[in-house]
């Protein structure tokens, strides 16, 4: 699967998102190293506290299921630049400080990055 097919399923599950006051529809398509493929979307909840992102809710999916190493992540929805938040960053890092993170700019254009350059500095409790 290329970069496109992940990005297209990425924004095709974002309109399963539940996000009823930021209108921000996103979703997130997760490749494992075994080749699996799973999908999250961003929940919010009134307790700001409770929404997850669909970067994590992919990444629970797949830990739930047993996966933990992670190979690629792609990001889309109803608005461009969707680019993991922080606390998604910091969460992904955990399993893949080398992952590709896939978007599209505000233009429309395919980004490929890595998490590494998004988190250079991330917080690790490994040694």
């Known amino acids: 699967m290329n970069n496109k097919e992940l990005l297209d399923i990425a924004k095709g599950i974002s309109k399963n998102a539940y996000s ?3 209108k921000v529809c996103v979703g997130a398509a997760l490749e494992t190293k075994s080749g699996n493929i799973y999908t999250g979307v961003n929940v919010e909840n ?3 506290g409770g929404t997850i992102c669909a970067e994590r809710t992919a990444a629970v999916k797949a830990i739930s299921e047993g996966e933990k ?5 792609a990001v889309g929805g109803s608005i461009y630049n969707l680019v993991p938040c922080g606390i998604c960053r910091q969460f992904l890092s955990e399993f893949c400080e080398d ?3 896939i978007y599209e ?3 429309g254009n395919m980004i490929e990055t890595t ?6 500095s ?3 409790l490994k040694r």
């Open 122 to 124: 991330g917080f690790s």
């Open 105 to 107: 700019d505000e233009t």
């Open 69 to 73: 190493e992670f190979v690629r992540i």
């Open 20 to 22: 009823p006051y930021s």
């Open 115 to 120: 998490l590494r350059a998004l988190l250079p």
């Open 99 to 101: 992952m590709i993170v």
């Open 46 to 48: 009134s307790s700001y």
